[in-house]
C-alpha cells in the first residue's frame, strides 16, 4: 500500500493528494476488497472523493486502472553484488529473499489483488509472468556470483526455478500469512544450497 493511503482523503505531508493518485488508492482498496468485476467505477469515484467523470477522464477504461496498479508494483531489480556473500550460497539467497520481502511489505494487498485478479485478466497475468522470469534471471545471477562459478547450468536453472516458484507463491498469499514463522524460506533455501554444493561439478 502507498503512503496515500491515509483515509482522511488519501493526504499526503498534510495535503490532499491529487486526484489521480486518491482515484487510484480507492481502486486499490476496493478491488482488494470486492474484487474487479464488483467494484462500479462510482464507488472508486465516492472513496476518492472526485467526481465519477474524472475517473474516466484519467483512466477511459475500468481495466486501464489494473494496468495503472500493476506498474505501482514495488521495483524487484537488485543488484548482486548487495547480496551475494561470495562462497556461501545458502547466505546469498537468504539475503535475496530477504531484500524481495521487504520490497513486497510496503504492497501486500496490491500484490494479493493482482494475483487474485491474473485468473480473468490477461494484461495481469502477462506482467506478473514478466515479474516471474525476472526473479528467475535474479535468482540465477545471485547463485552464478555465490558460488564463483563451477555449477553445471541445468542445475543452476532448475534451482533458480524452484526457489522463484517459492518466493511468488509467499509473494502472493502473504497478506494472508501473517502468522507464519519468520523463519518460512530457511528450510527451503538451506536445501536448495546444499544441493547444488553437493552436485559435482
Do not use: C
Request: glycine share 4%; aromatic share 4%; net charge neutral.
Amino acid at each position: 500500500m502507498t503512503a496515500f493511503a491515509d483515509r482522511e482523503g488519501a493526504r499526503v505531508n498534510g495535503k490532499q493528494a491529487p486526484a489521480r493518485e486518491r482515484i487510484l488508492v480507492a481502486a486499490e482498496e476496493l478491488f482488494a476488497e470486492s474484487g474487479f468485476d464488483a467494484t462500479p467505477t462510482s464507488r472508486i469515484a465516492e472513496r476518492a472523493d472526485v467526481p465519477k467523470g474524472l475517473v474516466h477522464y484519467y483512466f477511459r477504461r475500468k481495466s486501464d486502472l489494473l494496468a495503472a496498479l500493476i506498474k505501482r508494483l514495488p521495483d524487484e531489480q537488485i543488484d548482486p553484488a548487495r547480496v551475494v556473500v561470495p562462497g556461501d550460497i545458502a547466505e546469498s539467497l537468504r539475503r535475496l529473499v530477504s531484500e524481495l520481502d521487504a520490497r513486497l511489505a510496503g504492497s501486500r494487498m496490491l500484490s494479493h489483488l493482482l494475483w487474485r485478479e491474473a485468473d480473468t485478466h490477461r494484461a495481469v497475468r502477462d506482467a506478473l509472468q514478466d515479474r516471474f522470469q525476472h526473479l528467475v534471471r535474479e535468482v540465477k545471477a545471485v547463485i552464478v556470483a555465490a558460488s564463483e562459478g563451477g555449477l553445471a547450468v541445468a542445475d543452476v536453472d532448475s534451482a533458480a526455478g524452484l526457489l522463484a516458484l517459492a518466493v511468488s507463491y509467499r509473494h502472493s498469499v502473504a497478506r494472508h500469512a501473517g502468522d507464519d514463522p519468520p523463519d518460512l524460506m530457511e528450510r527451503e533455501l538451506t536445501f536448495i544450497a546444499d544441493a547444488l554444493m553437493a552436485r559435482p561439478r
